[in-house]
């Protein structure tokens, strides 16, 4: 196995429809492409966590904690 480690946003946001899709919509407005993604819906939780590699994570960082 080959094994590789990176910066990852991590966002915490209620279920809503397209939330994902705004979130990447977002990121690509500002010239982010994805790497990796991945999300949870924790056993009892109401959040979903998503979990996104970008291009740029400090810019991603950035973005992410604008987005409402």
Known sequence: ?????EDAL????PIRINV???V???L???GLDLVDSYGSLP???EDLLIV???SDSQKG????????
């Open 43 to 45: 056993r009892g939780e």
């Open 10 to 13: 991590v966002l915490k946001t």
């Open 28 to 30: 690509a407005q500002e």
């Open 20 to 22: 994902l899709s705004q």
């Open 61 to 68: 960082l950035e973005i992410a904690s604008k987005i409402e």
């Open 52 to 54: 996104l590699s970008v």
């Open 24 to 26: 990447l919509e977002k």
């Open 1 to 5: 196995f080959k094994f590789r480690e």
